[in-house]
């Protein structure tokens, strides 16, 4: 089927446009829909997901460093300290109670500390030693890991896919015009849509602080091509005919097309002498309609 949209109500482009139910306001003019395209014509028929759901890529590992080197924070049974600059395990055997090392306790444990170049190839070649420490657990027992901590941070950022602003609006009725301009852009934006946001956690005497910011938004516009943008800016009848300033499209085929909006996030945090980086991303899908129209002079 065919679908011919008939142009009605004409006003200046400056004059905002309130349009009867069914009719979608453009450049200050109501298009009404005539017929329906179904779903051939240029649209990808996959019929999206609305269901507004989240993915989240795999975390990235966390980065230890030892002067200029880069280490890793943990390594065939040891876990690295960033305050003593060394590997850490369990002692084994542990000493005597009567040992100094004990200072007379006799609850906790006994903690073997070895330089990091006695562990990892390619950061010195210093003679090796092991120090021994006290400690109330042992090394990486004692309660989350900073990498632990982070990812409970990012959980209290409830981070989410952005509200899918988009011009022609994806409601029934609303057909928007080949040729003319798509507008996007990221609707009702909060810090868990659009950041940036910090959140902070706690346990066991460290704290660890992540700061998430929105990279950018990847439009799959469902006709093969994609559109990189920031938040993009609201479409208002004001604009008239004229094309997003920083986040459209331009159709060339009617059809019905699934848009789905990519929204890709970087945090980063730091604390317990450790930092890194968890790349995430969350999407979101909608559907519109493209239709050719012709201008009925009146």
């Not at 017929?35 to 019929?47: A, L, R, V």
């Amino acid at each position: 089927m065919t679908l011919l949209l008939a142009v009605a109500i004409p006003a200046s482009a400056a004059d905002p446009v309130t349009c009867p139910p069914g009719q979608t306001p453009i450049g200050g003019t109501c298009y009404i829909t005539i017929t329906d395209p179904g779903e051939s014509g240029g649209g990808d028929g996959s019929g999206g997901d609305d269901s507004g759901g989240a993915e989240n890529v795999s975390h990235e590992p966390a980065t230890c460093h030892y002067g200029p080197h880069e280490v890793p924070c943990a390594v065939e049974g040891y876990t690295w300290n960033a305050a003593r600059m060394c590997y850490a395990r369990l002692a084994d055997p542990q000493p005597p109670a009567d040992d100094p090392v004990w200072e007379g306790r006799t609850e906790g444990v006994i903690v073997s500390c070895t330089p990091p170049y006695c562990i990892v190839d390619g950061v010195g070649m210093d003679d090796c030693w092991n120090d021994y420490y006290w400690a109330e657990a042992a090394p990486a027992a004692s309660g989350p890991s900073p990498r632990d901590l982070a990812d409970r941070a990012v959980e209290a950022m409830n981070l989410r896919a952005i509200t899918i602003g988009i011009v022609p609006e994806p409601v029934t009725g609303s057909v928007g015009v080949v040729g003319m301009p798509t507008w996007m852009w990221a609707a009702e934006p909060s810090e868990s849509s659009t950041g940036p946001i910090t959140r902070a956690a706690s346990a066991g005497g460290t704290t660890v602080s992540a700061t998430g910011r929105l990279d950018r938004i990847v439009w799959s516009m469902g006709d093969g091509t994609t559109v990189a943008c920031g938040v993009g800016t609201q479409y208002a009848d004001s604009y008239g005919k004229a094309s997003s300033p920083d986040c459209g499209h331009h159709y060339a085929k009617q059809g019905r097309y699934t848009v789905t909006a990519t929204s890709y996030w970087t945090v980063e945090w730091s604390g317990g002498g450790q930092n890194g980086s968890i790349p995430l991303e969350f999407s979101d899908s909608t559907q519109i309609t493209m239709g050719e129209a012709q201008a009925l002079v009146q």
